[in-house]
């Protein structure tokens, strides 16, 4: 039995957050699950997809945010609880039904996800997706610990249905990804089917409809207002002329910084956990009583903006901060320490910062930049692209996946990025308004994601580029989610189809169409070469599974390679493909056999073909 279905109403267990989020998520009975996996949600789909194998949760790892939110919307309008979980750029994608969804509602309790990304540990930007409750005007909850996210998450769901709105639960890597000991609730049973009524009048939102739901909207705003006004996520404590308000992590860091300060009776601080709508009388009594306030939150000035209206509002002329130079950033995380600082500062207390631990006499820690798996097949398709490519003046749109890697040196082969699909879309105009070799890259699941339509549009208008997509058999980068093309009887899973991404090329018209298995390098770099020199949109299909994913399927055989006495030290093998299974030894290259999966890429490169196998023992 999978540990988050404890039925021990009481029983403590340490959880990560995320986990704690999906442990919320059954408790509340929800019955319909959907998601597209990026890092910091990744864990929550994970366990919901393990769970939903031994209850009637419906899951599924749908094709993008999009799809994922739209077919959510169906189920919760069928009453059935819902949760739809994503990044924070993914909501980016669903923002398009994300804002019609808001006029429609929904009939039983839905909770849309969004895992905020502060300092993007993983991410292509660090937006605030607090906004997306202002604009789409729906409610928002914000918890600052991890048990609070398990217990938040049953109260989102009551909430939904009591204003029959979407909820945006928001969350931040540090709550995402921090452990803590979580007591269990009672497991509700989930309704795992539902009935959809038909009412056009209230469903179909062609315009003469949605006059009439955008007023609904404000309607339930109005009612949201009143429930934040009073909401047990929203609380006051401690007491003094100073005011802090903050929310999400910064709680924490607040709580343990007027601690260290001895600052309890000088310093009241108002925490917000129903951000949207913000409560404003609750705002205003707060701050009518202090001298200044501070506003400590990690992102955009998102309640220091509000603060400040409410506060002109009443015609209160006290001090507030927040976002400023000699304050807080609207960059990066916020830690402890800098929280404990600006407190201080801003409020002119006694305060000795703690002299930092002598390092003096240790080493420092060498850089472990993030790096392509020792025998990853996007070294091999890279390394055969580059070198078919070979006295050309290129461009190499890239993608969000592993292979963005491959845009560090000594590969250097990702020139242009944005989001999720866009090197498609990108090489089109790159190819348009250059006359430049544009060779494009995007991985299998990220072609599913949001690639084909760039990929359409290049057939239309007849675009001239390559695009490449490296097939590894999984979506690798956020932990070996399943995707249309993956095939899950390897997995031992069955009722699932598989779209095979060659159908679906040939499907949209590309003229010119190439399969390689990188790891056969001359082969591999000849039918590159070829599909380059071809005069419109070409595709070539890198076919090799991820080794990852392969050894968790007990696929993988590896053997190691080593490196003989044939060996001239040129370094073809670090200079060209920096394979992480290659270290200097005094002068000499060597290969760690522990490291080594044996793909044989480098002994295919060098030019003294002293890179053999190991001869098996026994």
Same mark, same amino acid.
């Given at each position: 039995?999978?540990?988050?279905?404890?039925?021990?109403?009481?029983?403590?267990?340490?959880?990560?957050?995320?986990?704690?989020?999906?442990?919320?998520?059954?408790?509340?009975?929800?019955?319909?699950?959907?998601?597209?996996?990026?890092?910091?949600?990744?864990?929550?789909?994970?366990?919901?997809?393990?769970?939903?194998?031994?209850?009637?949760?419906?899951?599924?790892?749908?094709?993008?945010?999009?799809?994922?939110?739209?077919?959510?919307?169906?189920?919760?309008?069928?009453?059935?609880?819902?949760?739809?979980?994503?990044?924070?750029?993914?909501?980016?994608?669903?923002?398009?039904?994300?804002?019609?969804?808001?006029?429609?509602?929904?009939?039983?309790?839905?909770?849309?996800?969004?895992?905020?990304?502060?300092?993007?540990?993983?991410?292509?930007?660090?937006?605030?997706?607090?906004?997306?409750?202002?604009?789409?005007?729906?409610?928002?909850?914000?918890?600052?610990?991890?048990?609070?996210?398990?217990?938040?998450?049953?109260?989102?769901?009551?909430?939904?249905?009591?204003?029959?709105?979407?909820?945006?639960?928001?969350?931040?890597?540090?709550?995402?990804?921090?452990?803590?000991?979580?007591?269990?609730?009672?497991?509700?049973?989930?309704?795992?089917?539902?009935?959809?009524?038909?009412?056009?009048?209230?469903?179909?939102?062609?315009?003469?409809?949605?006059? %009439? #739901?955008?007023?609904?909207?404000?309607?339930?705003? =109005?009612?949201? +207002?009143?429930?934040? @006004?009073?909401? !047990? *996520?929203?609380?006051?404590?401690?007491?003094?002329?100073?005011?802090?308000?903050?929310?999400?992590?910064?709680?924490?860091?607040?709580?343990?910084?007027?601690?260290?300060?001895?600052?309890?009776?000088?310093?009241?601080?108002?925490?917000?956990?129903?951000?949207?709508?913000?409560?404003? %009388? #609750?705002?205003?009594?707060?701050?009518?009583?202090? =001298?200044?306030? +501070?506003?400590?939150? @990690?992102?955009? !000035? *998102?309640?220091?903006?509000?603060?400040?209206?409410?506060?002109?509002?009443?015609?209160?002329?006290?001090?507030?901060?927040?976002?400023?130079?000699?304050?807080?950033?609207?960059?990066?995380?916020?830690?402890?320490?800098?929280?404990?600082?600006?407190?201080?500062?801003?409020?002119?207390?006694?305060?000795?910062?703690?002299?930092?631990?002598?390092?003096?006499?240790?080493?420092?820690?060498?850089?472990?930049? !993030?790096?392509?798996?020792?025998?990853?097949?996007?070294?091999?398709?890279?390394?055969?692209?580059?070198?078919?490519?070979?006295?050309?003046?290129?461009?190499?749109?890239?993608?969000?996946?592993?292979?963005?890697?491959?845009?560090?040196?000594?590969?250097?082969?990702?020139?242009?990025?944005?989001?999720?699909?866009?090197?498609?879309?990108?090489?089109?105009?790159?190819?348009?308004?250059?006359?430049?070799?544009?060779?494009?890259?995007?991985?299998?699941?990220?072609?599913?994601?949001?690639?084909?339509?760039?990929?359409?549009?290049?057939?239309?208008?007849?675009?001239?580029?390559?695009?490449?997509?490296?097939?590894?058999?999984?979506?690798?980068?956020?932990?070996?989610?399943?995707?249309?093309?993956?095939?899950?009887?390897?997995?031992?899973?069955?009722?699932?189809?598989?779209?095979?991404?060659?159908?679906?090329?040939?499907?949209?018209?590309?003229?010119?169409?190439?399969?390689?298995?990188?790891?056969?390098?001359?082969?591999?770099?000849?039918?590159?070469?070829?599909?380059?020199?071809?005069?419109?949109?070409?595709?070539?299909?890198?076919?090799?599974?991820?080794?990852?994913?392969?050894?968790?399927?007990?696929?993988?055989?590896?053997?190691?390679?080593?490196?003989?006495?044939?060996?001239?030290?040129?370094?073809?093998?670090?200079?060209?493909?920096?394979?992480?299974?290659?270290?200097?030894?005094?002068?000499?290259?060597?290969?760690?056999?522990?490291?080594?999966?044996?793909?044989?890429?480098?002994?295919?490169?060098?030019?003294?073909?002293?890179?053999?196998?190991?001869?098996?023992?026994?």
């Amino acid at each position: 039995m999978h540990k988050l279905l404890t039925d021990k109403p009481g029983h403590k267990l340490l959880l990560l957050g995320n986990e704690a989020i999906a442990r919320g998520a059954v408790e509340a009975g929800a019955a319909f699950a959907t998601t597209y996996p990026g890092t910091p949600s990744s864990e929550i789909s994970l366990n919901l997809f393990q769970i939903s194998k031994e209850t009637d949760l419906y899951f599924e790892y749908s094709t993008n945010e999009k799809v994922a939110l739209e077919v959510a919307a169906a189920a919760a309008n069928a009453g059935v609880r819902t949760f739809c979980m994503m990044k924070h750029v993914g909501l980016n994608v669903a923002a398009d039904p994300l804002m019609t969804l808001a006029y429609v509602g929904v009939t039983a309790g839905m909770v849309i996800l969004t895992a905020d990304d502060p300092f993007m540990f993983s991410s292509q930007n660090e937006q605030d997706n607090r906004y997306y409750g202002k604009l789409s005007g729906l409610p928002i909850l914000e918890p600052s610990s991890v048990e609070e996210a398990k217990e938040m998450m049953a109260e989102a769901f009551a909430l939904s249905e009591r204003l029959k709105e979407p909820v945006i639960f928001r969350t931040t890597t540090r709550i995402n990804h921090s452990t803590a000991p979580v007591v269990l609730g009672g497991i509700q049973k989930p309704k795992p089917k539902g009935h959809f009524t038909k009412d056009p009048m209230n469903y179909v939102t062609v315009p003469a409809v949605s006059r %009439k #739901l955008h007023a609904r909207l404000l309607e339930r705003w =109005d009612q949201a +207002l009143a429930l934040a @006004e009073t909401s !047990p *996520y929203n609380f006051t404590e401690g007491k003094g002329k100073f005011g802090v308000i903050c929310n999400g992590v910064s709680f924490g860091y607040v709580s343990d910084a007027i601690k260290d300060l001895n600052a309890d009776d000088r310093i009241k601080v108002l925490r917000i956990g129903f951000s949207h709508p913000l409560p404003g %009388k #609750l705002i205003t009594d707060f701050i009518r009583d202090c =001298d200044k306030v +501070l506003i400590v939150e @990690e992102g955009e !000035p *998102y309640l220091e903006e509000g603060v400040k209206a409410f506060a002109q509002e009443a015609g209160l002329t006290l001090p507030i901060k927040g976002k400023a130079k000699e304050l807080f950033s609207r960059l990066y995380e916020l830690d402890p320490a800098t929280v404990r600082e600006r407190i201080a500062r801003y409020f002119g207390l006694d305060y000795t910062p703690r002299q930092p631990v002598d390092l003096g006499n240790v080493p420092e820690v060498p850089q472990r930049p !993030p790096n392509l798996c020792a025998g990853c097949s996007h070294r091999a398709t890279y390394y055969a692209v580059k070198k078919a490519a070979e006295g050309l003046d290129t461009v190499y749109p890239t993608d969000i996946g592993c292979y963005t890697l491959g845009f560090l040196p000594p590969l250097s082969m990702g020139d242009f990025l944005i989001c999720m699909g866009s090197s498609v879309s990108t090489a089109c105009g790159f190819a348009q308004a250059t006359d430049q070799k544009v060779i494009a890259f995007i991985g299998d699941s990220t072609f599913f994601h949001s690639g084909i339509t760039g990929l359409v549009n290049a057939v239309f208008n007849n675009h001239n580029f390559t695009l490449v997509i490296l097939d590894n058999g999984t979506t690798a980068m956020t932990g070996h989610q399943p995707h249309p093309g993956v095939d899950m009887t390897r997995q031992n899973m069955e009722g699932y189809g598989r779209v095979s991404i060659e159908d679906v090329v040939r499907g949209v018209g590309v003229p010119h169409i190439t399969v390689i298995q990188p790891f056969k390098v001359k082969k591999s770099i000849e039918a590159v070469r070829e599909a380059l020199e071809y005069k419109g949109v070409s595709v070539i299909i890198s076919r090799e599974i991820c080794m990852l994913y392969a050894k968790g399927l007990k696929e993988l055989n590896p053997r190691p390679f080593y490196i003989s006495d044939k060996c001239k030290n040129h370094r073809d093998c670090i200079q060209e493909i920096a394979c992480p299974a290659f270290f200097l030894e005094g002068e000499r290259v060597r290969i760690d056999p522990t490291a080594c999966v044996g793909c044989a890429v480098c002994a295919q490169i060098c030019p003294e073909n002293a890179i053999l196998p190991l001869k098996k023992e026994g």
